[in-house]
Structure formats: structure tokens, C-alpha cells
């Protein structure tokens, strides 16, 4: 049987991974600044996430949500712990996408409404409402575009008002840093116009936290630089280290219903214990605190390439703009660098999402890398 061919693919195969490094079959060691897209929070192959995953395996890896699994409450109560979210309340799914569908769902529930107001470059996930709040046409079917979804451009005070005052808006979902769309943040004062607009016109507002999440941006989550407390929350990447997990935030002034929602894999006991062995070394390796001191290491780096126009981001989510299109270069940092790094829509802009176990070698190491790589495509 074929393959369904839906992924243009980089002639690479991985077979094994340590740390922030990764293996092909050829034993071709490879620098992960991509983190297979911002998944890998704590290092592949982790001693401690190895052992707890193991663990619970010979325990019981699976069981469904018709019974207690206590796990869940564990996780709960270390993301609250971590995150200070305390107000809120976790229900566990097992992708990004899949947590939008439902905060967007629980939204539509809470406020009785169904328009949701998404911003210009999102990008939300595959799924029906989600990939609806997503500002790519050419992922969407007819029967995505049934959802009723307006975008606006980031701080546009006025157009915001003036749609969510329509009344019939249920949510206003957003990426404090945006992942796909190329690392454009709405302004400090745009956000708590969201927050505010929100909350008096029986919106609610969502942060999708599926990236820029647990701990990737020096915050737990990217929208704690600022002071809102977003009604729902979204998450997934970072938070399973590569174990399929996600979930939603929902504030406890949400009420739930049993049935509202449901999933049959969702906060499985490996899942919750992948979530769990992260949050673990996430606390005890300080690593929300080395993401923030190494992205300004980064930072600092990267303003003495003359050919890196703009730089984006925070934490270890981070874009180099330079005044090409980058994906020649990429080709050039895996191929003969043997750097794995990401693209965005912004087709000028290299990602970086490195694990965010990263030290300043591997750092000093890329930006070597990169100058023989900018030198050899003649940039
Ligand atoms: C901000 C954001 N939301 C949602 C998603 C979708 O997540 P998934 O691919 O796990 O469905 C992504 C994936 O890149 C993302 O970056």
C-alpha cells in the first residue's frame, strides 16, 4: 500500500536522537534547532521521561475515560502548580489541534454563539473549526468554510470593537507569538483590549498556547508576559515531549456538563505520565528560566549577522528574517551543516525551536554553521 502523499519530505531519516541531537540511518549527527516543530520540550530521549513512561507501561499504559485515572488529577495539579493557573480547570485531548476544536467548542457552548473572530497569519490546526480560524484558504475544504470565521490584522482596536459588538461572537482565539504565521505578537496594549472587549461583549478569549506553551518562551505560557487571564487555554507540542497530549484550560467560571466534552485516548496514563516526567525536568533543570536566558544569548548572537534583518521572537521560539527566501538556505543547513531548522508562511524567515535543554555551544555552533551556510548559497 502507498503512503498518502501529503508531506513534501527532506531526504533524512532519523533513526535514533539524544538531547538536542539526532541520528540518520547513516549515523549523520544532526543539531536540532526545530525540535520536530516545537515539540521537544526537554530533550530527546531523556533519562527521567524514558524511565516514567516505562514505568507506567508495565503498570497500565491504557485505560478509558469510563474509569478514575488518577494521573489526571496529578497532571492537573502540576500544571496548576507550574503555571500558576489555579483558576482553571484541565481537560486532556491528544494533539493541537484537537484542543482548539474543543476550546472553540466550549466557547460556542458557554456564550451560545457562533462566530469566532481569529487574526490575520493564524494558524490554529487541520481540524473543522480550527483549521476554519486558520488564515490559509488552501487548507480548508467547503466544508470547513460552513464555520463562520472573520480575520482581523493584530491592533486594530476599532475593527475589533466594531465586529465583536455585532453580538454574535463567541470566541476570540489568538497566539500571543505566532508559530506558523512567522512570530508576529499583537501589541501590549492590543491584548488587553482583547481581554477587555471580551469580557464585556460575552466573548471568550482564547489563548492558543499549543507552541509558544509550556515553557518555550520564558513564561509557562507566552501570554503571561502580559496580566489577562485568558477564560480558555490551549496546549499541546511541548507538553509530551513527543507523546501525543493535549489539552484545554477552561477558567472555572466555565461550568462543565458531563458529555459537553469527550475523548476516547485523551489523558491516557502514558499520556499523563509523558506530561508529568516533563513538568518534572521542566521544574528540577529550571528550564523555563534557561529558555529565557538562552534566547537572549541567541538574541545577542544573531545582531552581529549583517545579513539577518530582523529578529523575532522570545525564549527558545525565535525567527532570523533575512531579505530572501530562506529555503534554499535550509536545504543547505541540513544537507551539508546538518542543522535541522523550520520555515513559516513568512517565506523570508528561519525558525528556530530548538529543545529547550539547548546550551550556549550548541548555539555558538549554529551560528558558525550558518555563516559557512550563508557564505556557500553566496547570501
Ligand atoms: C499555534 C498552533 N496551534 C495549533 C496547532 C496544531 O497542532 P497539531 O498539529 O498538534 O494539531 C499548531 C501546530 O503547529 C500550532 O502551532
Known sequence: MKLFDVYPLYDVTPTHAKDVYVYDEKGIEYLDFYGGHAVISIGHGHNH????????????????????????????????????????QLFLCSSGAEANENALKLASFVTGK???????????????AAVAATDNLAINAPLNLQQEVTFLPFNDEKLLEAEIKKGDVCAVIFEAIQGVGGLDEPSEKFI??????????????????????????????????????????????????????????????????????????????????????????????DLQEHAKELGDYFIEYAKNI???????????????????????????????????????????????LPPLTVQKKHIDLFFQKLEKALKAINA
Open 49 to 88: 521521561y524514558k524511565e516514567r513512561l516505562t514505568k507506567q507501561l508495565n503498570y497500565i499504559g491504557f485505560y478509558s475515560n469510563a474509569v478514575k485515572n488518577p494521573l489526571q488529577q496529578e497532571l492537573a495539579n502540576a500544571i496548576g502548580e507550574q503555571s500558576s493557573c489555579h483558576n482553571y
Open 114 to 128: 457562533k462566530r469566532i473572530i481569529a487574526f490575520n497569519h493564524s494558524f490554529h490546526g487541520r481540524t473543522s
Open 192 to 285: 488587553y483590549t482583547m481581554d477587555r472587549l471580551c469580557k464585556i461583549n460575552n466573548a471568550c478569549l482564547i489563548a492558543d498556547e499549543v507552541q509558544a506553551g509550556f515553557s518555550r518562551t520564558g513564561t509557562f505560557f507566552s501570554y503571561q508576559k502580559y496580566r489577562i487571564e485568558p477564560d480558555i487555554i490551549s496546549m499541546a507540542k511541548g507538553m509530551g515531549n513527543g507523546f501525543p497530549i493535549g489539552g484545554v484550560l477552561a477558567h472555572s467560571s466555565i461550568k462543565s456538563k458531563h458529555g459537553m466534552l469527550g475523548t476516547t485516548f485523551g489523558g491516557n496514563h502514558l499520556a499523563c505520565s509523558a506530561s508529568l516526567a516533563v513538568l518534572d525536568v521542566l521544574k528540577k533543570e
Open 306 to 352: 549583517p545579513s539577518v534583518k530582523k529578529i523575532k521572537g522570545r525564549g527558545l521560539m525565535l525567527g532570523l528574517e533575512f531579505d530572501f527566501q530562506v529555503s534554499t538556505l535550509r536545504k543547505e543547513l541540513i544537507y551539508n551543516q546538518h542543522i535541522f531548522t523550520g520555515g513559516s508562511s513568512n517565506k523570508n524567515l528561519l525558525r528556530i
